[in-house]
């Protein structure tokens, strides 16, 4: 089985602040990542995936992700947060069997303050 | 916009009804998956289909039951509605149902059972 712990459930930072939100997960098989975001009122958007290669991953808006397999983690930057990035970010998991269900962390909330 | 389409937007219902929450996936995608996201719970796979099969089953219920259409659109059916299935229930689609395919989430169906 799979899990996924996102270890910050919310950050507050200031605009223009580097931000980083932590994601551990366990499994027993080989994993694929995913970063969501979810702004409100509205559905889950891909942010970035590893799937394989390289383990910094570049997503849209800016964020990038780093996979390290030694310490099962997979923690997403910002270098610099404008007020748009307040939303839910979501860490996920798939082991790519079973048509590619993701396991879902928590959450953490990001409030960009000015 | 996703391309994902998610109907009713709201629905509020008493504990022992039944509802049914409609998904119409992006143009072109095969594979369709239902997520409950709830406060307690957080987000929950419930279940998959791709091509009108049932491909992936997650924690659903066995008052809930789904299924997708030969066009492709799916519909999740809720029964015997209990207080702690009130929710935000999220249809994605992606176009082949693995981990290459990114999900694409609609907007969700908030339901709440009073």
């Known amino acids: 089985a799979q899990s996924v712990t996102q270890l910050d459930s919310q950050v507050p930072v200031f605009e223009e602040a580097p931000v980083e939100l932590r994601c551990n997960y366990s499994?027993?098989?080989?994993?694929?990542l995913f970063w969501y975001v979810q702004y409100p009122n509205q559905g889950l958007q891909l942010l970035l995936k590893?799937?394989?290669?390289?383990?910094l991953v570049k997503g849209i808006n800016g964020f990038e992700a780093e996979f390290n397999k030694s310490q099962t983690s997979f923690h997403l930057r910002k270098p610099s947060v404008h007020i748009s990035d307040t939303a839910e970010y979501f860490c996920a998991v798939s082991d790519g069997a079973a048509g590619n269900k993701l396991t879902f962390g928590g959450g953490t909330r990001v409030l960009v303050k000015p | 916009d996703s391309g994902v389409t998610q109907t009713p937007k709201h629905l509020i219902t008493a504990t022992g009804q039944r509802v049914t929450l409609r998904c119409s996936p992006r143009s072109g995608d095969l594979s369709v998956y239902w997520y409950q996201q709830s406060l307690d719970q957080g987000l929950q796979f419930l279940i998959q289909?791709?091509?009108?099969?049932?491909?992936a089953k997650g924690n659903i219920l066995e008052r809930f039951s789904a299924q997708q259409f030969p066009d492709l659109h799916s519909e999740l059916n809720l029964s015997s509605l209990e207080l702690g299935d009130s929710a935000l229930y999220f249809c994605a689609s992606s176009p082949h149902g693995t981990v290459n395919s990114p999900l694409h989430f609609g907007n969700g169906t908030r339901l709440t059972v009073t």
């Open positions: 499994s027993s098989v080989s994993v694929y």
């Open positions: 289909y791709y091509n009108g099969e049932e491909r």
């Open positions: 590893y799937l394989s290669g390289s383990t």
